[in-house]
């Protein structure tokens, strides 16, 4: 899994006045969807062994408890389910 960092895109454009307002606040502290794109790139063209590990920007990180709880997955499983329908056929 990979976590590219929080993107400068525009997150805020449906937030009205304070959501732009928001938007060039943060902008400094942003990641380009650029770079986001490169560190994408370098984690799926790299000869490191990546695979089955989390990734924050390019490291290694520990990702959230809430990751591994099967309980969760399995809620969250049923209310996607629950909100999408039955499949189509």
Known sequence: D???GIIASDFG???GMLGRI???LARPFLTSPREAGRRLVHLATTQD???G????RTRPAEPSPLVGDPELAAAVWDDARRRLGPPPG
């Open 2 to 4: 990979f976590h590219p």
């Open 13 to 15: 454009r449906y937030l």
């Open 22 to 24: 928001a938007t060039i």
């Open 49 to 51: 062994a990546v695979g």
């Open 53 to 56: 590990r989390y990734y924050d």
